[in-house]
């Protein structure tokens, strides 16, 4: 019985970390739209602690979509702050 519990916690946690994850991702795209890039920054490094997939599975565990989406995504973190840097002091 504390078996299914476990089970309900867990999946609604992965649909709030989801709905989290979209938030932060929408939000970084607004603010970046609207040229505030170091919020944009900030949020989208934000997004990536909420893992929009099942967080308790292991990284080696994970397909491989699961851990190209989150690679990506960092990819786009460190270019946003290389963008935000190259932006105040150019080269």
Sequence with gaps: MKQGSLQKICGSSVRINRYA???FIVLSI???ARGDYQWAFVNMGMALVFDPFDPNVSWADRPL???AWLFIHLLVVLG???FMLLQHHPL
């Design 30 to 32: 607004i603010l970046f």
């Design 80 to 82: 946003l702050l290389l």
């Design 65 to 67: 979509y699961q851990r």
């Design 21 to 23: 994850y979209a938030l």
